[in-house]
């Protein structure tokens, strides 16, 4: 095949009109004052199309990724998509230097003719794209820490905890009652009877009782502990007999009847929960081995974001900055303060070498605007870019960096707020699991009832909540409405994401389904948002 495309022919004549047909959408996206909005376009680095994406020319896809930098003047091609280039035989390779091709509009903001055709790499599906991020977070040695008991909550172990003791350590009272030895009527002994965290205890004889407390060590002979309840005393004659049969052992915690010394009692990898921590306590811990957590930067762009106040003169409120800090905690992380960098190509990459953290989320600036700058100063750094777009809607222009071999991670969400979501979801849970040594979140599916309508070709992340089956019914998802890119009056109220396949599914079809950290207030998700 020769370095020269055929101008001819029908299919030929569906790409031009194709390319006719988004430069026509693009010229009135501009003349409706959306040039800013659809340049940057948060939710995705291409032409605001929600249709298939083989209706766009691969011409106007690569120009578009080639405007947000996505090979910077200067650098090595290929760098952009984790892919080299693929060249047509015939063709020469693109200089390291070549300027970006030109925009699909004039200066007057008519149509301009198509360009050539790019070669650009497809995104990554969604599955593939988050199975990368959770074997790069569980690429390196895991770091151990002990931590004291007052400070381990909400770490992952590092090591599987064993017991340090039998528990109990000793033969115990599990009631209030009676300590007796042998047959009955037995003899009372006198005095105050034992209690917990008494000493040894005598040897209690055969055919005699004494008083004993919950968690009282039992003397050696004890045949059974009789409740106070099931208890007759007959103080003139000083016996006390049973009002019910007997049974050796009743009401004593033998020694180890929990566990044994050495015994594991968590495995390496569950998170410390305040029962974990009472555990460890029983066990005879004062520290625990421990994961540190990821330490997180947050990095806002965007220099039409508000940090207060209502919108105006096209300014708006940033809804990531007071979102992400949370949500990435309850992801096991440490989270700085949010810092808003506008949209200053200098002042991120300032940010980003002098960055400290384990890993940085940036928001916006993915696409391919004029001022979305993660792309070029990816590059210029040397960074390794390992995702770079994905197969999902909404989000598909999130990407995944390592800024260099020891450095930290970079995730750069798209800035619409449901976008953003589904980058957390793909590429920073399990980014983040991997590097705090938590296990991956179990994939499972539930039922939806409701038609779920899909993109032609890329997995859909729509917000649902659970139901509880009603007269016989199966549990279930619902999915709610309000789940557009720049939305998140569905997300608020979910409790999951449904991931919905190309070409969407109808009623009763079992969905896989992404769980969110936490779980709404239910009574005002009930009507409100279905």
């Not at 033969?171 to 917990?196: F, K, Q, R």
């Not at 998170?271 to 460890?280: I, M, Y």
């Not at 980003?352 to 004029?370: E, F, K, M, N, R």
């Not at 994401?497 to 896989?512: D, H, K, M």
Request: aromatic share 2%.
């Amino acid at each position: 095949m020769s370095g020269t495309s055929d101008t001819s022919g029908p299919d030929s004549a569906a790409a031009r009109a194709a390319a006719e047909e988004l430069a026509v959408e693009q010229a009135l996206a501009l003349v409706g004052g959306r040039n800013h909005a659809s340049s940057r376009n948060h939710e995705g680095g291409r032409a605001p199309l929600d249709g298939p994406r083989d209706h766009v020319p691969d011409a106007a896809q690569g120009q578009n990724r080639d405007h947000a930098g996505g090979q910077a003047p200067g650098l090595a091609s290929g760098w952009a998509r984790n892919q080299p280039r693929t060249e047509a035989p015939g063709e020469p390779p693109a200089a390291a230097d070549d300027p970006p091709s030109p925009s699909p509009y004039s200066p007057s903001g008519t149509p301009a003719p198509a360009p050539a055709p790019s070669s650009a790499a497809p995104d990554l599906p969604w599955d593939r794209a988050r199975g990368i991020a959770g074997r790069a977070g569980r690429g390196g040695a895991l770091a151990v820490i002990r931590l004291p008991l007052d400070r381990a909550l909400g770490h992952v172990l590092a090591e599987p905890l064993g017991a340090l003791t039998d528990l109990p350590s000793f033969d115990t009272s599990a009631m209030d009652g009676w300590a007796v030895a042998g047959p009955g009527p037995w003899a009372i002994e006198e005095g105050a009877g034992l209690l917990a965290g008494d000493g040894p205890a005598t040897l209690l004889p055969d055919g005699t009782a004494v008083r004993i407390a919950t968690g009282a060590r039992t003397p050696a002979d004890t045949t059974a502990v009789i409740r106070s309840e099931h208890a007759h005393v007959d103080e003139a004659k000083g016996l006390l007999s049973a009002r019910r049969p007997v049974v050796t052992g009743q009401d004593i915690r033998p020694r180890g009847q929990e566990c044994r010394t050495g015994d594991h009692l968590v495995p390496a990898g569950a998170v410390v929960t305040p029962a974990v921590l009472g555990l460890a306590a029983a066990a005879g811990y004062d520290a625990l081995p421990a994961v540190p957590r990821p330490r997180i930067d947050v990095l806002v762009l965007g220099d039409e974001l508000l940090a207060a106040g209502l919108p105006h003169d096209g300014l708006i409120r940033d809804a990531l900055g007071p979102m992400l800090g949370p949500w990435l905690r309850a992801l096991g992380a440490e989270v700085s303060a949010p810092r808003r960098l506008g949209d200053d190509a200098g002042a991120l990459r300032k940010a980003l070498t002098a960055s400290d953290a384990d890993v940085i989320i940036t928001t916006g600036g993915t696409a391919s605007g004029p001022v979305d700058h993660v792309h070029p100063v990816l590059a210029a750094l040397g960074a390794e870019l390992l995702v770079d777009g994905v197969a999902v809607r909404p989000g598909h222009p999130m990407l995944l960096a390592r800024l260099s071999p020891d450095g930290p991670y970079l995730v750069g969400l798209p800035g619409n707020p449901l976008a953003a979501v589904s980058g957390l979801l793909t590429l920073a849970e399990p980014l983040l699991a991997g590097l705090a040594g938590r296990p991956a979140q179990d994939a499972y599916r539930a039922l939806v009832y409701a038609d779920v309508p899909g993109h032609p070709h890329d997995t859909r992340l729509v917000p649902v909540v659970h139901r509880a089956g009603r007269a016989g019914g199966r549990d279930h998802v619902a999915p709610l409405r309000y789940n557009g890119p720049a939305m998140l009056r569905g997300i608020a109220a979910a409790d999951g994401l449904a991931v919905v396949p190309a070409g969407g599914v109808r009623s009763g079809t079992e969905v896989e389904i992404l769980d969110l950290p936490w779980a709404p207030a239910a009574p005002w998700t009930e009507g409100c948002f279905t």
